[in-house]
């Protein structure tokens, strides 16, 4: 899997956007790019993904740049519960029961969404 | 809720035992994977099982072993326990779509 490179934290206004960036300039071109975040210990949790396209569901859109090295994560109007560490990985996508399903975590970046 | 359930919550027990950690996956999901999280090492992979075979492994200790069942839930077994096996240990499921669902974890203490 390809590797990511992502700020060791940041920290943003609650009820303001926040932007999460992610560098994955080896990034092949089967691999989609994952977003998970983890609040306090608890279940990592997904978020979104995607491959070439802009993507964008309930939780969050993610931008990914023409060249696909890189990404960024948007939280539209960050909230306090927003605050965790949010994991940015590349991935075979549609990985199913094959070997590729496995999740390289990396340290990620410490969100911290302040009043 | 993500629908995976893992059991116990917290165990706490002595160097030398040996403990089982049990994963329960989401309805219809085939593959259960198992990761460690530790303090020094984050969150790392540890093995998957896909419908009851095992699909790939990961940095999983000689001492540490995993099965599923044929009813889909997956056990990991951890023997002669070390202080170093102290983490949180979790499982996660998916079927043939992209997202990993994971379970709120167990907390291993070892003394």
């Known amino acids: 899997d390809a590797k990511t490179t992502q700020p060791p934290s940041m920290d943003c206004a609650e009820g303001r956007a926040a932007n999460l960036p992610c560098n994955h300039s080896?990034?092949?071109?089967?691999?989609?790019v994952y977003w998970y975040r983890q609040i306090h210990s608890q279940g990592p949790q997904y978020i979104i993904h995607?491959?070439?396209n802009n993507e964008t569901n309930e939780m969050a859109s993610l931008i990914i740049t023409e060249d696909r090295k890189s990404s960024t994560l948007i939280l539209p109007h960050a909230t306090l519960r927003d605050t965790a560490v949010y994991y940015c990985?590349?991935?075979?996508?549609?990985?199913?029961?094959?070997?590729?399903?496995?999740?390289?975590f990396g340290q990620g970046t410490i969100l911290t969404v302040h009043p | 809720d993500s629908g995976v359930t893992q059991t116990p919550k917290h165990l706490i027990t002595a160097t030398g035992q040996r403990v089982t950690l049990r994963c329960s996956p989401r309805?219809?999901?085939?593959?259960v994977y198992w990761y460690q999280q530790s303090l020094d090492q984050g969150l790392q992979f540890l093995i998957q099982?896909?419908?009851?075979?095992?699909?790939a492994k990961g940095n999983i200790l000689e001492r540490f072993s995993a099965q599923q069942f044929p009813d889909l839930h997956s056990e990991l077994n951890l023997s002669s326990l070390e202080l170093g096996d102290s983490a949180l240990y979790f499982c996660?499921?998916?079927?043939?779509?992209?997202?990993?669902?994971f379970g709120p974890g167990t907390r291993l203490t070892v003394l």
């Open positions: 996660a499921s998916s079927d043939r779509d992209n997202e990993q669902f």
């Open positions: 080896t990034i092949s071109g089967n691999e989609y």
């Open positions: 995607g491959l070439k």
């Open positions: 990985i590349v991935r075979v996508g549609n990985a199913g029961g094959t070997s590729y399903g496995k999740l390289t």
């Open positions: 309805s219809g999901d085939l593959s």
């Open positions: 099982y896909y419908n009851g075979e095992e699909r």
